[in-house]
């Protein structure tokens, strides 16, 4: 019943029986963790010049500043919100955004760091999509038509399985 | 400090001096509100097989079951997540997954419903965005390279602002 | 994808092609539910000794009154709780302790109300359970071998299903 | 066990043997409720002259940017966090900072409103509290002895014990 | 105030003047710790036999998947929903479902471990009881009748207080 | 974008840049931290008397039982409230009250400690506010003009910035 050693099909998330559990990482060592995850989202020319050129009564910034909230504060509640993730103090999260002007793109990159017994994908990947969601949230009342695009993980560095780096387009 | 009026940029979730706030749907009438979002993960063939064909001792249908659960889930928490979003009681929530064996993607589809003052678009989005990332968080194992594309609206009903659907494919 | 009818097998919380979901209730009314649920811990009588007496350093029936305050607590998160629970605002709840010294019982009877389109049996139940397991926290210092027993609906009113009331004992 | 009553000592979070409950509100009217609240914190000069005048590498006003955010986050979880409050859905929030230049002071007004059976001053009190908390937290570094002050009820409306107003200043 | 040791009680969630307080365990070392939970939930012989045979079109096993879902979830919640334990990083959590024919039960065993101060009973006994609550909201169309028993820890490895074994029947 | 060192403006929640993020700690050594936060709650004469001689139905203590239970859950939940806050495992934590009869205050002290990479001074003191919010809410109904005062930190030990005490009163 609690074997450790993952099923047949190589998804450690199903034990030997093939059903779901939270894998055991008792047994692993607290060491450096850390992935970096990127997404966009991709918005109409008109909702993207709203969001950089907001009219005078507008504090430049607010939409991404309330969106790196929203991913910071996601990001901790990755493993209430995905089933079998393991719980992880994050020791760092760093959450930047980027503007492609030609492309009406706003571009997310989330750093999670910690010092534990799992990797810190899924909170750097959940972050981005709830920072993500947010600025779909706060500029739908001018378009409906934004696409979240291209959440995926750029890298991650330590843990058993090593370094991992994505091949970049 | 309370005017219900948007400010000038057209951003309703921001006041007549550009601060953000939860706007007043207070004098809005509770109506039935529906909206449809969508989403996919992309797989390597690999990982798409594993996905489809789990071997013997495990259930089929599983990776996705969970997500299904996770969707919902996650939709639920929707208003703890999007910092300006309402909270609301959702009256119905749907979650369907289509498998395209050419692509080596899974779609998500999630229908979110209520009787309320405000839409239930990033309930929807929420869902699929939750429900793609515990794909992601069960097949990692296996790929880390799988990608995130397009998680938009597809439809809303019912609200001031009226019916809308997205401009396909 | 979005029927409102229970699929063949009467289990309402799945759609017709058998998928989860959480059950469409935006068409029913909004009316009075109420429901009354029971359970009980079963305490050695060393246990239930210290319950009762507490040396005079310790204010009587805190370790009841926590568990109140728990129970209240744990029936507002059902929602979040139970996966295909549907949120719904609370209008009541209210939790009793008896204690039974012959059989060295603690019951707890947990009523909870709403206005509302579906039932609160879940809010009920869910806060007797967290109730019962907050007793066995408080006193588990002294005997690990309590146990939990015959959690369960006592009575249920309003909603399309109508009334309904266990048969005792 | 559920007389809608309060008990003789006129505090209506006990019922009439003196336990506490989540008083019976479904009997109530759903109206228009509206709360404010105010509060402060005291900082030292040079704190004060830190958030008013960050470094050039710094966007102006992240600090209460922030702040409001996690007030309008915060009273969103009122229920959660106060045991005998029950749970409604928040209309609107509206977060407020004002800077006392001569008293080297952070004020901080919150507004909510929901169309409900309960008033919404706990929501109102809760956000201001986590507002004036998360300035604390951003500030810390550089002073720890700044001191939150004056969290108050100013106004309510709506109800059945009718409108209030804190008698100034 | 603060004085490490229990009360004369030898209930340890009181301090010395009997108030309730999260125990102190900075002192203790972090070590292996593990608990089995169990519990049943016991049906008519109508809803096990729903529950073994669904319809052709309802996958095998849904009700105890998503139920095995919750429990996970749910034992994760374990520190918010009671007061006084302690926040913990699960490290391995697993959850085992079986039919007893003869007697028209479910069981589950919740296998939680980790590394850490304190000991993951209450995460063993809450997973278990939110895996059992939702095996009743899910079957509760077809019986409002099933009763939860037994709900109990069967032994707990590691700790101070060293292992301990239920006395079974 | 992952610099470890704040940024001109000493204020190190945000990077050099000035975007917030939650600060890397990883970096720090997990040592033994305690903070100690003060609150005070002033009442109005008759309602301080109801708070100190409740009706012989209730049990004395309640309205403070309660408010302690609350401030124990409130601290738990600080890195979800306040968003720059990092997740960290609590060891310890103590509420205790004390009641100025000449005054009619009731004052709260959180005791809060762990053995970790950051400072509890925060869990402190979203532990007082919140026990002092609970206050409020319960003896709401007999006055709403009840101010908060005073929620400071008083003293933290370790850390790297070293022991730190208020300068009283």
Excluded at 114 to 135: P, Q, R
């Amino acid at each position: 019943m609690t074997a450790t050693t993952s099923n047949a099909s190589g998804l450690n998330h199903f034990d030997a029986e093939g059903q779901a559990w939270m894998v055991d990482v008792g047994h692993k060592q607290a060491t450096h963790r850390k992935a970096v995850a990127h997404g966009s989202i991709a918005l109409s020319s008109a909702t993207f010049a709203a969001l950089k050129n907001p009219k005078e009564a507008s504090p430049k910034g607010d939409v991404l500043g309330i969106a790196r909230i929203a991913a910071i504060q996601g990001a901790k509640q990755t493993s209430s919100l995905i089933p079998l993730c393991h719980p992880l103090p994050l020791t760092h999260l760093n959450v930047a955004f980027t503007l492609d002007d030609s492309a009406y793109r706003v571009h997310i990159h989330v750093t999670a760091q910690t010092v534990g017994k799992t990797g810190v994908e899924m909170e750097a990947l959940t972050g981005a999509s709830i920072g993500l969601l947010t600025i779909y949230d706060m500029l739908k009342a001018i378009d409906k038509g934004m696409v979240i695009e291209q959440v995926r993980l750029l890298e991650k560095e330590g843990g058993k399985s090593g370094d991992w780096k994505a091949i970049t387009p």
